[in-house]
T-cell receptor, first 116, second 116 residues
Framework: AQTVTQSQPEMSVQEAETVTLSCTYD???????LFWYKQPPSRQMILVIR??????QNATENRFSVNFQKAAKSFSLKISDSQLGDAAMYFC?????????????FGKGTKLTVNP | GAGVSQSPSNKVTEKGKDVELRCDPI?????LYWYRQSLGQGLEFLIY????????KSGLPSDRFSAERTGGSVSTLTIQRTQQEDSAVYLC??????????????FGPGTRLTVL
């Protein structure tokens, strides 16, 4: 079974500053994926970044990067140079990486506010 | 190309009535997932379809919930005798199946169900 925990219900950041969103997880899978999704008010879930557990190198996508600590089961998201358009709900998620259903297990989310 | 579409966008119903929610996946995607997002919660997996295989129904919360996928494309989620706790946003996602390669799930905009 997999569980994902996000301990920050809300976060705020000033425009152009950096913010880090926290996520911890637990899984019995030997190989798995970790994700950060963004959900704006439109409700559309958008994949921000993905990390494969067997890769030690932290994933990066432009202004978004992760700090993946496998032993600690921690997977935080860093947003650099925050923009007004980054304001949204952010969900951390995990899935198994092979063998049938790759259903996503989500945390409860962190609401990010970006202040001008 | 077109993304995942869902209809209706919003649905208001009375307690005890049956509802049907529709999902049109991206053309060519063989995997289809339904998730439920209750207020203040992360997404909760409901059911997964993959080609002609038996669906993974392990996330359905009760026997009032059922889903089908006709012709390997469109899916309908049916909730019978709706209860107020069924009020939520129901999200559909689809992906290609290129196991063991990673398959990104693309989400629709969801259906907001309100049970009065």
């Amino acid at each position: 079974a997999q569980t994902v925990t996000q301990s920050q219900p809300e976060m705020s950041v000033q425009e152009a500053e950096t913010v880090t969103l926290s996520c911890t997880y637990d899984t019995s899978e030997s190989d798995y994926y970790l994700f950060w999704y963004k959900q704006p008010p439109s409700r559309q879930m958008i994949l921000v970044i993905r990390q494969e557990a067997y890769k030690q190198q932290n994933a990066t996508e432009n202004r978004f990067s992760v700090n993946f600590q496998k032993a600690a089961k921690s997977f935080s998201l860093k947003i650099s140079d925050s923009q007004l358009g980054d304001a949204a709900m952010y969900f951390c998620a995990s899935s198994r990486s092979q063998g049938g259903s790759e259903k996503l297990v989500f945390g409860k989310g962190t609401k990010l506010t970006v202040n001008p | 190309g077109a993304g995942v579409s869902q209809s209706p966008s919003n649905k208001v119903t009375e307690k005890g009535k049956d509802v049907e929610l529709r999902c049109d996946p991206i053309s060519g995607h063989t995997a289809l997932y339904w998730y439920r997002q209750s207020l203040g919660q992360g997404l909760e997996f409901l059911i997964y379809f993959q080609g002609n295989s038996a669906p993974d129904k392990s996330g359905l919360p009760s026997d009032r919930f059922s889903a089908e996928r006709t012709g390997g494309s469109v899916s309908t989620l049916t909730i019978q005798r709706t209860q107020q706790e069924d009020s939520a946003v129901y999200l559909c996602a689809s992906s290609k199946d290129r196991t063991p390669v990673y398959n990104e799930q693309f989400f629709g905009p969801g259906t907001r169900l309100t049970v009065l």
